[in-house]
């Protein structure tokens, strides 16, 4: 896989636009923290990471949706940077890929 976020926010995607309850992606350290920092945040209801038979592990997310209209609390998911296309910002000087859920911008530093 070329890019384990863009992975990530599309089974997030797709998985509220079918108004799923939870949803199962494989680990990583980075998106272990970025689901942190989406439960502090309020966007999901909760998480747990499972260890599995092979290293990587599971996480397993509950969706959050309105109670009234069921709308999901994320109601735009979308990755600024890529791979094939990095946009960089001024922030420290330093090259950082970022992304936004809703007003939210989680800034992650890039390897190499």
């Keep these: 896989m070329t890019d384990p976020i863009s992975d990530f926010l599309t089974r997030l995607r797709n998985a509220a636009k079918a108004k799923h309850r939870i949803v199962e992606i ?4 980075l998106k272990k923290e970025i689901t942190r920092v989406l439960y502090e945040k309020g966007y999901i209801l909760k ?13 397993k997310i509950a969706l959050k949706y309105d109670h009234v209209t069921k709308a999901s609390a994320f109601r735009s998911l979308s990755r600024i940077s890529s791979p094939g296309l990095r946009r960089y910002s ?6 950082l890929a970022y ?7 989680l800034l992650l530093p890039l390897k190499g």
């Design 26 to 29: 494989p680990a990583s350290n």
């Design 47 to 59: 998480y747990k990471f499972e260890d599995s038979e092979n290293k990587q592990g599971i996480i």
């Design 90 to 95: 001024d922030v420290e000087k330093k090259c």
């Design 99 to 105: 992304l936004t859920v809703l007003e939210l911008l």
